[in-house]
C-alpha cells in the first residue's frame, strides 16, 4: 500500500505537466465503475474485470489512449443499464495497461477534466457516448485559501493517526498549490461513501468542494481518535487485569505458605461440600463441574461472577433425587379423603385407584387430572387433601392471567435477573420432586407476544414428556414424571384443545340441599368456630336455620356464600362473647333476620309463570346449573320478532326456529292462522345485563311463545331444556347434572328433558333424583302438552309420564 501510494504521488509529479495538449474526442467509450469516483487531475490505479470494461479499454488503446469513468448508482448490480450510471465523470487517459493470467486488466490512469455525458449512442459491446467537457474555474479568494490550509492541517493530523499511510503523502499535498487539485487529491485518499464522492465531483464552486471535504475530513478525524482512545482504555483495562491476576497468584502462593485460607477458598470450599451432599445426577454433576471450574477463574468483581453462583445454588438446591414416600395404605388414606370432603364420591374413588397400582407398579408415573366445576365446590381444598392422604408435599400454583411463556419455562441465562420458571422454583421450594402439584385456575390461561403459556404446559402435562422437562434457565432436564399434576377449571372450552387432550377430567357438579346441610355441619360450621374463638358452648346452629340459610340467603353450586354467611353469624356472636354474654345463642329461622338482615333470594318460580307467555328453562353457567325465565307477549303490528335479553347469535336462531314452528302448527294449537298477519312478538330473557347463548333454551322459547298466543299459563312446578329442530324434533342438550340441580334448588318437581339424554339422568346420584320427576321428549307437541295449563279450567292437571 505504502509503495503504491508513493508511486502514484511521484508518477503524478512526472506527468502533471504533459496534461496540456490533449485533444478532447466528442465522442468516448464509457467505462462504468463500481463504489469508486475518478477525479480529474488525480493519477490512481484501476482494475477491470467484466467484459464490456475490457473491450473499452482495448478500443481506447487503439485510439488515443482516452476513456470515460462514469459511476455506478447502485451497488452489486449483476446487469447495468444507462439509468443506473451517473449523468456526470471524468475524462481519464491510460498511461499504462497490463492483462493478467486471470482475463482482468490493471491499469494506470490519469484525470483528465470533467465531463457530462450527453447522449449515449452504443451499448454492446461497450458504451459509447457523446461527451460535453465542463471546463472547472479555479478562483483562490480568501476563503478559499482558509479552507486550503484548514483541509491541510486535518490530513496532516490524519496521517499521523493511520500508520499505513506514508509521510510523503503529508509532502505532497504542502506541495499542491491548486485549490481544485486539492479538493480532488483529499477527496481521493480520505474514506467516504460514493454518494459523497460524486457530490464533490459534481459541485461547481471551489469553496463547496473545499467545504465537502473538510466536512468529511473532520468526521473521519473524530472516528479516528474516538477508536485510538478506546484502543487506549482497553490496553489499559488488560494491563490491570493482568496485574490483578498476578498479584492475586501470589497472595495466594504467600497465604499457602501460611496456612491460610481466604473467603474465596472458603466460599469454593462450602460449595464443593453442598455438591457433594446433593447426591446429584451424573449429567447435573457434570454440569456442575464445569460450572464450578469456571467459577474459580473469575474475580470477584467479574459480573459473570454472582450470575455463575446464583445458577451453581439452583442446580445444588433441585431435589433432582429427594422425595417423600407415599402412603400405600388404602384405607387410610380413603378416611383422609372422607374426613375432609364431603361426597365427590368419584374423585375418591380415582385416587384410591391410582394408590392401588401404585402399590403393585413402584415406577407407575403421576396422573394428570382435572378437576372441573363451578365456584366453591372445593376443587383447590380437595388437592390438599390428596396430598395429605398420599403422604405427600403440596403446592398450588394459580395460572390465572398468566401471559408470559417464561412463568413456566424460566428466562435463559443470558438475561439480566434471569431466574428459573415456576415449576422449578416450587418444586426447590417444597424440595421433593413427587409433590401433588395444583395448578389452579388453568381454563384462565392468556396469551400475547410474550408467548403462550398453555403450549409451555402442554410439555408439563403429558406423561410421556415431562420425565425429560427443560427449563430455559436451568437448562437441564428434569424429571417431572413422578409428580402428580392436579389442574382445576370451570369451563373446559376455553382451554387449548391439545392440552385438554393430556388431561384426565373429572367434573365436579354443585350440591344439592341436603348436601349443602351435611357440608355446613360437618366441616363449615366447625371451622368457623374455631377461626372465631368460639365454641359450642357459645352459638349453636339448627338444621332448620341452616336449610333457610341455603334456600333464603344463597343461590350458587357451591358453598362459598354459605361458608360467608355462618362466617357473619359467628362475628356477631363473638362480638356479643366478648362484651360479656355467657348465654347460648340458638340461632333459629326466626332470628336470621337478627343475624344476616332481610332475605335476598325469593321463590320466583310460581309468580313468573302465573300468567300466560313465561315458561321456566334450565342454563348451564361457569357458576353451575341455573333457572331461566323466557317472557313472551303480543302486540298489535305486522309479523314482528323482537328479540332482547342480551341473546348471543346461536339463541336467537332458536328463537327464530322456535317462532317458525308454532307459526306452522296452527290448526293443532288452536291458533287463529291470521293472527299472525296482526300481530307482533316480543320474546325477553330477563337479566339482560348477563350475556347468554347457546340452543338448549329452544324448547323454553317455543313453550312461552305458544302459552301466550293461546293464553293457557305454563306449569310452575315444570322445567325443561333441550334444543328445537322446524320439525319440532327435541335435540339432546348438555350439562344435565348442573341444570338438575338447579331445578331442585328452585323446588321444582319435574323437569322436561330431551330422550337422548336419559343416560345421563342414570348417572345422577339417587338422592339428588329424590322428589323430582323427568319426563323425556322427542317432540315439542309432547312438551307443550305436558308444559300447558288448560285454558277452561285455569288449575294443573295430573301430569302423565
Not at 765 to 782: P, S
Amino acid at each position: 500500500m505504502d509503495s503504491e501510494l508513493k508511486d502514484t504521488a511521484s508518477e503524478e509529479a512526472k506527468i502533471t505537466d504533459k496534461l496540456e495538449g490533449y485533444d478532447i474526442p466528442k465522442e468516448l467509450s464509457i467505462i462504468p465503475i463500481n463504489d469508486m469516483v475518478i477525479y480529474p487531475h488525480t493519477l490512481v490505479p484501476l482494475a477491470i474485470t467484466d467484459k464490456k470494461g475490457y473491450d473499452a479499454v482495448d478500443y481506447a488503446m487503439s485510439q488515443n489512449r482516452m476513456v470515460g469513468a462514469i459511476a455506478i448508482k447502485s451497488k452489486g448490480k449483476a446487469e447495468v443499464s444507462e439509468e443506473d450510471l451517473y449523468e456526470i465523470g471524468s475524462i481519464m487517459v491510460i498511461h499504462k495497461m497490463l492483462k493478467m493470467p486471470d482475463g482482468s486488466m490493471r491499469l494506470i490512469i490519469q484525470g483528465l477534466a470533467k465531463i457530462r455525458v450527453t447522449e449515449y449512442i452504443q451499448k454492446d459491446p461497450f458504451y459509447k457516448a457523446k461527451i460535453e467537457v465542463m471546463p472547472e474555474k479555479e478562483e483562490i479568494t480568501e476563503r478559499t485559501e482558509a479552507l486550503m490550509r484548514t483541509i491541510s492541517g486535518q490530513y496532516h493530523k490524519m496521517v499521523e493517526l493511520v500508520p499505513y499511510m506514508p509521510d510523503e503523502l503529508q509532502a505532497a499535498v504542502m506541495n499542491i498549490e491548486e485549490p481544485i487539485k486539492l479538493a480532488y487529491f483529499i477527496a481521493t485518499m480520505v474514506r467516504m461513501k460514493l454518494e459523497e464522492r460524486q457530490e464533490i465531483l459534481e459541485a461547481e464552486k471551489i469553496e463547496d468542494k473545499l467545504s465537502k471535504v473538510l466536512s468529511v475530513l473532520n468526521r473521519e478525524l473524530e472516528l479516528l481518535e474516538l477508536g485510538g482512545k478506546i484502543q487506549s482504555q482497553v490496553q489499559s483495562e488488560m494491563s490491570k487485569t493482568q496485574r490483578e491476576y498476578y498479584l492475586r497468584e501470589q497472595l495466594k502462593a504467600i497465604q499457602q505458605e501460611l496456612g491460610e485460607t481466604d473467603e474465596r477458598q472458603e466460599e469454593i470450599k462450602e460449595l464443593r461440600a453442598k455438591i457433594e451432599a446433593a447426591n446429584l445426577p451424573d449429567y447435573v454433576l457434570k454440569e456442575v463441574d464445569k460450572e464450578l471450574k469456571r467459577f474459580e477463574r473469575l474475580p470477584p468483581a467479574s459480573a459473570e461472577y454472582t450470575v455463575i453462583r446464583t445458577y451453581l445454588d439452583w442446580l445444588i438446591e433441585i431435589p433432582w433425587n429427594r422425595g417423600t414416600e407415599d402412603n400405600l395404605d388404602l384405607v387410610k388414606a380413603k378416611k383422609v379423603l372422607e374426613a375432609d370432603h364431603y361426597d365427590l364420591k368419584e374423585v375418591k374413588e380415582r385416587i384410591v385407584e391410582y394408590l392401588a397400582v401404585r402399590k403393585l407398579k413402584d415406577d407407575m408415573k403421576g396422573p394428570i387430572l382435572c378437576f372441573v366445576g363451578p365456584p366453591g365446590v372445593g376443587k383447590t381444598s380437595l388437592g390438599q387433601s390428596i396430598a395429605r392422604a398420599l403422604g405427600r408435599k403440596f403446592i398450588r400454583m394459580s395460572l390465572g392471567g398468566i401471559r408470559d411463556e417464561a412463568e413456566i419455562r424460566g428466562h435463559r441465562r443470558t438475561y439480566v435477573g434471569a431466574m428459573p420458571g415456576r415449576i422449578i422454583q416450587s418444586i426447590r421450594r417444597v424440595e421433593s420432586n413427587n409433590p401433588v402439584f395444583m395448578l389452579d385456575e388453568i381454563d384462565k390461561v392468556g396469551t400475547d407476544f410474550r408467548g403462550d403459556p398453555s403450549s409451555a404446559l402442554l410439555e408439563v402435562l403429558d406423561p410421556e414428556q415431562n420425565s425429560s422437562f427443560s427449563d430455559h434457565y436451568i437448562d437441564l432436564p428434569f424429571d417431572l414424571s413422578k409428580t402428580m399434576f392436579i389442574t382445576t377449571a370451570n369451563v373446559l372450552e376455553t382451554i387449548q384443545p391439545a392440552l385438554r387432550d393430556r388431561m384426565e377430567v373429572l367434573r365436579l357438579s354443585g350440591y344439592t340441599e341436603e348436601e349443602k346441610i351435611g357440608i355446613a355441619e360437618k366441616y363449615l360450621i366447625p371451622k368457623q368456630l374455631e377461626e372465631h374463638g368460639l365454641n359450642t358452648e357459645n352459638i349453636e346452629f339448627t338444621e332448620e336455620a341452616v336449610r333457610k340459610v341455603i334456600a333464603s340467603y344463597t343461590r350458587e353450586a357451591g358453598v362459598r356464600n354459605l361458608e360467608r354467611q355462618v362466617a357473619r353469624i359467628c362475628r356477631k356472636v363473638a362480638h356479643q362473647v366478648a362484651i360479656g354474654k355467657k348465654e347460648l345463642t340458638t340461632v333459629l329461622p326466626e332470628n336470621l333476620y337478627d343475624f344476616l338482615g332481610n332475605e335476598k333470594v325469593f321463590p320466583e318460580t310460581a309468580m313468573r309463570t302465573s300468567c300466560p307467555g313465561v315458561a321456566t328453562g334450565l342454563a348451564w353457567t361457569e357458576a353451575g346449573g341455573d333457572v331461566l325465565f323466557v317472557e313472551a307477549t303480543k302486540m298489535p303490528g305486522k309479523k314482528g320478532l323482537s328479540l332482547t335479553g342480551n341473546m348471543g347469535e346461536v339463541m336467537q336462531e332458536s328463537a327464530k326456529a322456535a317462532l317458525s314452528y308454532i307459526r306452522s302448527q296452527p290448526q293443532k294449537l288452536n291458533i287463529d292462522p291470521e293472527f299472525f298477519e296482526k300481530y307482533d312478538l316480543h320474546l325477553h330473557v330477563p337479566a339482560g345485563a348477563i350475556p347468554k347463548d347457546g340452543p338448549s333454551a329452544g324448547i323454553t322459547m317455543a313453550t312461552a311463545i305458544a302459552s301466550i298466543l293461546t293464553e293457557r299459563p305454563v306449569r310452575s312446578d315444570i322445567a325443561m331444556t333441550g334444543e328445537i329442530t322446524l320439525s319440532g324434533t327435541v335435540l339432546p342438550i348438555g350439562g344435565v347434572k348442573e341444570k338438575v340441580l338447579a331445578a331442585k334448588r328452585a323446588g321444582i318437581k319435574t323437569v322436561i328433558l330431551p330422550q337422548r339424554n336419559k343416560n345421563d339422568i342414570g348417572e345422577i346420584d339417587k338422592r339428588l333424583k329424590k322428589g323430582m320427576k323427568f319426563v323425556f321428549v322427542e317432540n315439542i307437541d309432547r312438551v307443550l302438552k305436558l308444559a300447558l295449563t288448560d285454558k277452561s279450567k285455569k288449575k294443573t292437571k295430573k301430569l302423565t309420564v
